[in-house]
């Protein structure tokens, strides 16, 4: 797929078929994730890899949009570390654009994920950091769901918008 196609087609998918997702592509959209712009090249992220149903089960119970989750090949926990980042708050910044390189990457895989929002909600990341023992200088960003598409949204139209847009001043 040529990038600015994956760019523009890209959508959240959030219904699966159950199909399991391989080691080797979760691999590969972690490569791209880490292949991300951060602050001068800190590279604050870690990512937490499941592919198991139990979990998935205590995720759903904790993420009230999880439920997703249910027929996903993989979930992926993009987390920042706050001992690695440029400065306070950097991590979130950082994180966000991995978490956009592994949505694309998805989706140039054929595969489809959907970014769940974890941070800033602190219920959220209190309860993720326990299930997934995160130590204390890690924070959870988002929640990644991937696996086989079970659906195939239209495309919306008219997402560029050249009111948005102001030339040398506002």
Request: charged letters at 25%; glycine letters at 8%.
């Amino acid at each position: 797929m040529e990038l600015m196609e994956g760019l523009l087609t890209r959508r959240s998918i959030r219904s699966f078929t159950g199909a399991p997702v391989s080691r080797d592509q979760v691999e590969k959209v972690l490569r791209a994730a880490m292949h991300a712009p951060s602050a001068r090249n800190r590279r604050p992220w870690h990512f937490v890899v499941t592919r198991d149903q139990e979990m998935f089960r205590r995720i759903m119970e904790v993420h009230p949009y999880a439920a997703m989750l249910e027929k996903a090949g993989a979930a992926i926990l993009v987390c920042g570390d706050l001992e690695q980042q440029h400065g306070p708050g950097y991590w979130v910044v950082d994180c966000s654009a991995a978490t956009e390189n592994l949505l694309l990457a998805i989706h140039a895989l054929g595969l489809g994920g959907v970014w769940l929002g974890v941070h800033p909600r602190e219920d959220r990341k209190s309860a993720l950091k326990k299930l997934f023992s995160l130590p204390s200088f890690v924070e959870p960003l988002a929640l990644v769901a991937m696996g086989v598409p079970a659906e195939r949204p239209e495309q919306p139209a008219g997402r560029y918008e050249p009111e948005k847009i102001h030339w040398e001043r506002w």
